[in-house]
C-alpha cells in the first residue's frame, strides 16, 4: 500500500498524441489535396481514352501505400514500447530476486561483512533505478533494521527476525509492483497470507 505523502507512480502514457494528431493533420491535408487534383485531372482526361481509370488507379495507390505506412509505424512503435516494458519487467525481476537473496545473505552470516555490504550497496542502487516507490520505501526499512542489527558487528536471533519480517513486506510490494493482479482484495489476501508465512516460518525456526 502507498503511504500518505508518499509520491504516487506516474501515469503510463498509452498513445503517443502528438504523433497520432500530426498524422491526421497530415491526412486531411493529403486527403484535400488529392480530392482537388482528383477533380482536376478526372475532368481533364474526359476526351482521353483510360485517362479517368488510370487517375483512380494512380490514387489509389498512392493512398495505399500512404496508409499502409502509417499502420506499419504505428506498429513499429507498439512493438517496441512492448519490448521495452518486458525488458523493464526482467530487470525488475531480476533485481527484486536479487535483493531478497542478498538480504537473506547477510541474515545468515550474523556478522558485519564488507564485500556482502558492498554487494548490497550496487543491488540497492539497481533497485532505485527500477523498483517502484514503494518498494524503495520497504527496502528502506530492511536497511535500518540491518544498520541498527548489525552496529555491534553482529546480528542476533531477534535482529534477524526482525530484518526478514521487513524482506516479507519488501515481498509484498514487489508483488504488488510485478503482479498483473490488480484487484485490491486479492492484493490484501496475499499481503496477509505472506505475513502469516514469514511467522510461522519463525516458529519452525524456534524450534528446537
Given at each position: 500500500?502507498?503511504?500518505?505523502?508518499?509520491?504516487?507512480?506516474?501515469?503510463?502514457?498509452?498513445?503517443?498524441?502528438?504523433?497520432?494528431?500530426?498524422?491526421?493533420?497530415?491526412?486531411?491535408?493529403?486527403?484535400?489535396?488529392?480530392?482537388a487534383a482528383y477533380r482536376g485531372l478526372y475532368f481533364l482526361g474526359e476526351?482521353?481514352?483510360?485517362?479517368?481509370?488510370?487517375?483512380?488507379?494512380?490514387?489509389?495507390?498512392?493512398?495505399?501505400?500512404?496508409?499502409?505506412?502509417?499502420?506499419?509505424?504505428?506498429?513499429?512503435?507498439?512493438?517496441?514500447?512492448?519490448?521495452?516494458?518486458?525488458?523493464?519487467?526482467?530487470?525488475?525481476?531480476?533485481?527484486?530476486?536479487?535483493?531478497?537473496?542478498?538480504?537473506?545473505?547477510?541474515?545468515?552470516?550474523?556478522?558485519?561483512?564488507?564485500?556482502?555490504?558492498?554487494?548490497?550497496?550496487?543491488?540497492?542502487?539497481?533497485?532505485?533505478?527500477?523498483g517502484s516507490a514503494p518498494v524503495v520505501e520497504a527496502f528502506r526499512r530492511?536497511?535500518?533494521?540491518?544498520?541498527?542489527?548489525?552496529?555491534?558487528?553482529?546480528?542476533?536471533?531477534?535482529?534477524?527476525?526482525?530484518?526478514?519480517?521487513?524482506?516479507?513486506?519488501?515481498?509484498?510490494?514487489?508483488?504488488?509492483?510485478?503482479?498483473?493482479?490488480?484487484?485490491?482484495?486479492?492484493?490484501?489476501?496475499?499481503?496477509?497470507?505472506?505475513?502469516?508465512?514469514?511467522?510461522?516460518?519463525?516458529?519452525?525456526?524456534?524450534?528446537?
Amino acid at each position: 500500500m502507498i503511504k500518505k505523502g508518499q509520491p504516487m507512480k506516474p501515469p503510463v502514457k498509452t498513445s503517443f498524441r502528438g504523433r497520432d494528431v500530426a498524422y491526421l493533420v497530415i491526412s486531411i491535408v493529403l486527403v484535400g489535396v488529392g480530392y482537388a487534383a482528383y477533380r482536376g485531372l478526372y475532368f481533364l482526361g474526359e476526351n482521353v481514352p483510360f485517362a479517368q481509370e488510370m487517375i483512380l488507379v494512380f490514387l489509389g495507390a498512392a493512398a495505399t501505400i500512404y496508409l499502409t505506412a502509417v499502420l506499419l509505424n504505428r506498429q513499429t512503435e507498439l512493438e517496441l514500447r512492448k519490448e521495452g516494458q518486458v525488458l523493464l519487467f526482467q530487470q525488475k525481476h531480476d533485481t527484486y530476486m536479487r535483493v531478497i537473496e542478498k538480504v537473506a545473505e547477510i541474515v545468515e552470516r550474523e556478522r558485519h561483512d564488507f564485500a556482502l555490504i558492498d554487494e548490497l550497496r550496487v543491488i540497492s542502487h539497481k533497485l532505485a533505478v527500477v523498483g517502484s516507490a514503494p518498494v524503495v520505501e520497504a527496502f528502506r526499512r530492511v536497511l535500518d533494521l540491518l544498520v541498527d542489527g548489525l552496529e555491534d558487528g553482529q546480528l542476533n536471533g531477534n535482529d534477524a527476525e526482525q530484518v526478514m519480517h521487513a524482506v516479507a513486506e519488501v515481498t509484498i510490494a514487489m508483488r504488488s509492483d510485478i503482479s498483473s493482479d490488480n484487484d485490491p482484495e486479492a492484493l490484501r489476501s496475499a499481503a496477509e497470507t505472506i505475513m502469516a508465512n514469514s511467522r510461522k516460518i519463525e516458529r519452525l525456526d524456534d524450534i528446537e
